[in-house]
C-alpha cells in the first residue's frame, strides 16, 4: 500500500483547502521515468496531462487517438490518448492517459479511473488527509 | 561514520512532501507556471513542463526533479 498526504492549495474564497494529490512517475516507450505531482480525480473518465508535459515524455501527441472532453462548466478540451507507463510507489503498469492538443490548456494534471482504478483500490481518507493505493489487481 | 545516502524514491518522496505543504507560498510567485523541485527547493520554472525540467537538469544535472503545475488560487471541480 502507499499513501500520499493531502496537498494544501490556496484559493480565494475558501482560504488553504487539501485536495487529494499523488507522487507518480510517467515514462513513455523506452524514456526515463518523469516524476510528477497529480491530483487524484475519481470523476475523471481518463488520466489527463498538458501538452508539454507530453512532449517532455518524447511523445508526439497528434500521433495518438483524437478524444474531446467536457467538464462541469461545458468547457471543452482536445486532448489525444496515448499508452503510457505509469509508477505508483513500486507498482509499474501501462495506463492510457489522455494530453491536450492546445499547449495553452491550463487543465490540471491528474489521473482518473480508466487503467487505474481498475487495479487499485484508491481510499480518501479524509480524516488521515491523505490518499491511499492498495493493488487489488494483477492486471 | 557511516554516510546514508538517500535513493531517488526516498528524494521523490520528501520533495512531494515539502510541495504538498508548501503550495500555498508558491501559488504567490508561480500562479500557472510549472515548477521543478529537487531537495525541497525550486531549482526550474517555465511556462511549460520542459522548460521547467530543463532548467533543473542545467542545475541539478545528476538529479531527477519532481514536476508540479502551480494552480490559480480558485475552487476546482474535476470531473472529465
Redesign the interface.
Known sequence: MKCFSWKIEGSDTLGNILRPVAEIAVKYVEGNWKYISVYVDSGADISVFQHSFGELLGLNIEEGRYAKFGGVGGGEVETYIHEVTLKVGDDILKADAAFCKNPADRVPNLIGRRSIFDIFEIRFKNIDKETCFVRSSTE | MVLQTKTLEER??ED??W???N??KL?ESFQ?R?VAVVDKKVVGVGD????A?NKAKETCPDK??????I?K????????
Do not use: C, G, R
Not at chain 2, 73 to 80: D, G, N
Open positions: 521523490i518522496n512531494f512532501l510541495l504538498s505543504k503550495t500555498p501559488q500557472e510549472w511549460d513542463a520542459k522548460q525540467y531527477e526533479p519532481l514536476l508540479d503545475f494552480p488560487k480558485e475552487l476546482l471541480v474535476l470531473i472529465l
